[in-house]
């Protein structure tokens, strides 16, 4: 059985910072591609970052420079280190997962974490 255990979402006050973590069993995870979507209310859920089989990364432009995705395939682990937190960044965020070494998409994710809700406070 695939899981994806989303943690570390908060509340936070604006230009604070959070880490997520997602830990993953049931895939063979080295070989997925990884990224962390999130959906607003009211809004479509959108792509935040991606990071493929070898480790390149690909980010959301609204979130360039802030947030950065990384990969623990010794523990099976995706992480998203989300620093200057902007109100904007509300939303429940999703961890991903796909079947292929390449970037995913929303429209393109095989597995689907619970998701963990953040929350940037003004």
């Known amino acids: 059985q695939v899981r994806l255990v989303e943690s570390g979402g908060d509340l936070v006050q604006a230009g604070g910072s959070l880490r997520l973590s997602c830990a993953a069993s049931?895939?063979?995870?080295?070989?997925?591609?990884m990224g962390w979507c999130r959906q607003a209310p009211g809004k479509q859920r959108e792509l935040v970052a991606a990071?493929?089989?070898?480790?390149?990364?690909n980010y959301a432009d609204s979130v360039k420079g802030r947030f950065t995705i990384s990969r623990d395939n010794a523990n099976n682990t995706v992480y998203l280190q989300m620093n200057s937190l902007k109100p904007e960044d509300t939303a429940v965020y999703y961890c991903?997962?796909?079947?292929?070494?390449?970037?995913?998409?929303?429209?393109?994710?095989?597995?689907w974490g619970q998701g963990t809700q953040v929350t940037v406070s003004s």
């Open positions: 991903a997962a796909r079947r292929t070494p390449f970037y995913l998409s929303p429209n393109t994710v095989d597995y």
């Open positions: 990071i493929t089989r070898g480790g390149s990364t």
């Open positions: 049931g895939i063979p995870f080295s070989l997925n591609a």
